[in-house]
């Protein structure tokens, strides 16, 4: 933290335009100029990088054979396309790639995926032992119709060996190729609950489920079959077993990760896009806030807020402008959104109520920032639509919107920690 704070004060004692601590800013004007125009210095640069580089987000480390399902996981636990997850595994090995979820800017977990275990002239020694320094939790992905696992079984109890108490998964995919003829359709209800195998499911899945299940006993693996596949595959639902996957992961990591990525009741296109930008900014802006050096947080706040605006603005394909900057602020307030009147709107915050402590303020501000990021949204999709709104309207979607994100960020901000 004291490398983090030198870069504060540095900058603190370069930006002399920024406010006196405990006061906002000076007036209306001087935030949106500030959101329209994010710019920073080379230090405010590094402080922020600094902030996320603090935060260590969870690594997932996916482990299996060539075209056993890896990238499908990516896809449909973080709601990317599948063009997105090709595009966005970067290399940082020569065999060893990264997925950052949303990206790597404002990423809110990372997907670590190697080569198949099985490619001919492959030696994964080297992946596996850099592999074993990133990661926090492993994925291991297996077709449930393969029974050739040597390969696999060895690297397994290598890794085991080495890290006794990590949470291992073991993902059991491509159900449908145990489905006798030409069967599209999944059993119903799910019937993998608690590691058990249902009568519905097909005898030659069973017998292959099981055989996996005795080749890799004694891992102290969690088994989760899952399928998913593209809607023209014609399997009903395409995410079958997500739900179990997603239980797996928050047994083994319990940040509230879904209820940040779980966006599936949301509609509208461009809200869906913007949600992970709107949550990772949040969670970095109430960090910066966190820290003990007011002045410069609060610079710094505004800068991740200006970061998230045109995300946003991006996403909905619209100009960010002084009018729609204005018209937000006007309707929020000031005060509100540079930390000034914060014990009234935390009341609204349900198991909060009249307590404020310090430690709060980072919580406060991502909270803020969340709001401020639906609440944009909101405007924006209105605009698209030829509408106006109301300075109510815009203050009754903030305060909503911050009950939710005081609720759905309070674990992330408090508890977004690589375990041990």
Same mark, same amino acid.
């Given at each position: 933290?004291?490398?983090?704070?030198?870069?504060?004060?540095?900058?603190?004692?370069?930006?002399?335009?920024?406010?006196?601590?405990?006061?906002?800013?000076?007036?209306?004007?001087?935030?949106?100029?500030?959101?329209?125009?994010?710019?920073?210095?080379?230090?405010?640069?590094?402080?922020?990088?600094?902030?996320?580089?603090?935060? #260590?987000? *969870?690594?997932?480390? %996916?482990?299996?054979?060539?075209? =056993?399902?890896?990238? !499908?996981?990516? +896809?449909?636990?973080?709601?990317?396309?599948?063009?997105?997850?090709?595009?966005?595994?970067?290399?940082?090995?020569?065999?060893?790639?990264?997925?950052?979820?949303?990206?790597?800017?404002?990423?809110?977990?990372?997907?670590?995926?190697?080569?198949?275990?099985?490619?001919?002239?492959?030696?994964?020694?080297?992946?596996?032992?850099?592999?074993?320094?990133?990661?926090?939790?492993?994925?291991?992905?297996?077709?449930?119709?393969?029974?050739?696992?040597?390969?696999?079984?060895?690297?397994?109890?290598?890794?085991?060996?080495?890290?006794?108490?990590?949470?291992?998964?073991?993902?059991?995919?491509?159900?449908?190729?145990?489905?006798?003829?030409?069967?599209?359709?999944? #059993?119903? *209800?799910?019937?993998? %609950?608690?590691?058990?195998?249902? =009568?519905?499911?097909? !005898?030659?899945? +069973?017998?292959?489920?099981?055989?996996?299940?005795?080749?890799l006993a004694g891992l102290n693996a969690r088994f989760v079959p899952i399928d998913f596949t593209f809607p023209e595959d014609?399997?009903?639902?395409?995410?079958?077993?997500?739900?179990?996957?997603?239980?797996?992961?928050?047994?083994?990591?319990?940040?509230?990760?879904?209820?940040?990525?779980?966006?599936?009741?949301?509609?509208?296109?461009?809200?869906?896009?913007?949600?992970?930008?709107?949550?990772?900014?949040?969670?970095?802006?109430?960090?910066?806030?966190?820290?003990?050096?007011?002045?410069?947080?609060?610079?710094?706040?505004?800068?991740?807020?200006?970061?998230?605006?045109?995300?946003?603005?991006?996403?909905?394909?619209?100009?960010?402008?002084?009018?729609?900057?204005?018209?937000?602020? =006007?309707?929020?307030?000031?005060?509100?959104?540079?930390?000034?009147?914060?014990?009234?709107?935390?009341?609204?915050?349900?198991?909060?109520?009249?307590?404020?402590?310090?430690?709060?303020?980072?919580?406060?501000?991502?909270?803020?920032?969340?709001?401020?990021?639906?609440?944009?949204?909101?405007?924006?999709?209105?605009?698209?639509?030829?509408?106006?709104?109301?300075?109510?309207?815009?203050?009754?979607?903030?305060?909503?919107?911050?009950?939710?994100?005081?609720?759905?960020?309070?674990?992330?901000?408090?508890?977004?920690?690589?375990?041990?």
């Amino acid at each position: 933290m004291s490398k983090l704070s030198d870069l504060f004060s540095k900058w603190k004692s370069r930006n002399k335009r920024n406010p006196k601590p405990n006061e906002p800013f000076a007036d209306r004007r001087d935030y949106t100029a500030k959101i329209l125009n994010p710019g920073v210095d080379a230090e405010a640069e590094q402080a922020i990088k600094a902030i996320h580089a603090s935060l #260590p987000m *969870p690594v997932f480390w %996916l482990l299996g054979k060539t075209q =056993s399902g890896k990238s !499908a996981i990516v +896809r449909t636990l973080t709601h990317s396309t599948a063009a997105e997850v090709g595009n966005g595994f970067k290399p940082c090995t020569k065999t060893a790639m990264f997925f950052d979820y949303p990206d790597s800017e404002s990423a809110l977990l990372r997907f670590l995926d190697t080569r198949g275990l099985s490619e001919a002239g492959y030696d994964p020694g080297e992946d596996m032992a850099w592999c074993e320094r990133q990661a926090h939790l492993l994925i291991v992905v297996v077709k449930a119709m393969d029974h050739q696992l040597e390969t696999l079984v060895s690297a397994l109890r290598r890794i085991r060996k080495a890290h006794p108490d990590w949470p291992l998964i073991v993902a059991q995919t491509s159900l449908h190729e145990g489905y006798p003829g030409q069967a599209t359709n999944h #059993p119903q *209800p799910y019937p993998f %609950l608690n590691e058990e195998i249902g =009568s519905a499911v097909p !005898a030659d899945l +069973r017998f292959s489920l099981l055989k996996q299940r005795q080749v890799l006993a004694g891992l102290n693996a969690r088994f989760v079959p899952i399928d998913f596949t593209f809607p023209e595959d014609g399997y009903e639902p395409a995410d079958y077993g997500i739900d179990a996957l997603w239980t797996a992961i928050e047994a083994a990591l319990p940040i509230g990760l879904r209820a940040m990525l779980d966006i599936g009741r949301i509609n509208d296109v461009y809200l869906k896009a913007a949600h992970s930008h709107i949550v990772s900014y949040a969670i970095l802006a109430g960090c910066a806030a966190a820290i003990p050096l007011p002045v410069a947080s609060l610079g710094t706040v505004v800068i991740l807020q200006g970061k998230m605006f045109h995300s946003i603005a991006s996403v909905y394909g619209l100009p960010l402008t002084k009018q729609s900057i204005s018209e937000i602020v =006007s309707a929020i307030g000031l005060g509100v959104l540079s930390g000034m009147g914060g014990r009234e709107l935390l009341k609204l915050v349900p198991y909060y109520g009249q307590t404020v402590a310090a430690g709060m303020a980072g919580l406060y501000t991502a909270a803020v920032s969340y709001a401020l990021g639906k609440t944009l949204c909101f405007y924006f999709s209105h605009t698209k639509q030829g509408e106006a709104l109301s300075p109510e309207a815009l203050n009754a979607m903030f305060k909503q919107e911050f009950m939710r994100g005081g609720e759905l960020l309070r674990d992330a901000v408090k508890g977004r920690q690589a375990p041990e």
